[in-house]
């Protein structure tokens, strides 16, 4: 079965400061992966995603994140950290298919101190 | 905006008394899936339905119902809410196809009372 490890459960940064976020997947074959962000009080936002091809991916809100087959890893990165992107950040992987279900990884919450 | 859209943000409910939770999407997308989210917790997956056939997680309690009178709207029951019912409620959408991709709604904090 399909897993994802958010090792961090919660960090802290300054504003301006880069941030990485670390999620680890296990799954046999090439996953699909996602991140969603989730601001108290609200649903999930889609950050970014990947399928196939290029493993750097951009997304929304400046981030960025790299596919890494041999890490079995997919990190979320953002050079310039706002206080605005003090979160919570999930971390998903969906087997190959047509709607197959998403496992989430167990969040990391992010702070950003000014 | 293309949307999906969770009515009502929030809800309290006493012990035992029915509720039901609401979502429509303008994205009309086959799929949409009803979530659990308690506190810091990751979302779980209580069902989906893909067009008009329901699929139900293994571990769901028989006290979530969800129906889905067309493609636009889809409704989460709980037939006698316990004080662990207590969450929130996350609706998403997806379109079913190869690079399926599921957004969320804004959700319905739903408190047990």
């Known amino acids: 079965a399909q897993s994802v490890t958010q090792p961090d459960i919660h960090i802290t940064v300054s504003e301006g400061a880069s941030l990485e976020l670390r999620c680890n997947y296990s799954y046999g074959a090439t996953p699909y992966l996602f991140w969603y962000v989730q601001s108290p009080g609200q649903g999930l936002q889609l950050l970014l995603k990947?399928?196939?091809?290029?493993?750097l991916v951009q997304g929304i809100k400046g981030f960025e994140a790299e596919f890494k087959r041999s890490q079995s890893s997919f990190n979320l990165r953002k050079p310039s950290v706002h206080w605005s992107d003090a979160a919570e950040y999930f971390c998903?992987?969906?087997?190959?298919?047509?709607?197959?279900?998403?496992?989430f990884g167990t969040g990391t919450r992010l702070q950003v101190t000014l | 905006d293309a949307m999906v859209i969770q009515n009502p943000r929030y809800q309290v409910t006493q012990f035992g008394k029915p509720v039901t939770l609401s979502c429509s999407q303008t994205?009309?997308?086959?799929?949409m899936y009803w979530y659990q989210q308690k506190s810091s917790q990751a979302p779980k997956l209580l069902f989906h339905?893909?067009?008009?056939?329901?699929?139900n997680e293994a571990d769901t309690p028989d006290n979530f119902q969800s129906r889905r009178p067309n493609t636009s709207f889809c409704f989460l029951d709980i037939r006698s809410p316990g004080l662990g019912d207590t969450a929130m409620y996350l609706c998403?959408?997806?379109?079913?196809?190869?690079?399926?991709?599921?957004?969320f709604g804004p959700g319905t904090r739903l408190t047990v009372l």
């Open positions: 994205l009309n997308h086959n799929v």
């Open positions: 998403a959408t997806s379109s079913g196809g190869v690079t399926d991709t599921q957004y």
């Open positions: 998903a992987v969906r087997e190959t298919g047509t709607a197959s279900k998403l496992t």
């Open positions: 339905y893909y067009d008009k056939d329901f699929n």
């Open positions: 990947y399928f196939s091809g290029d493993t």
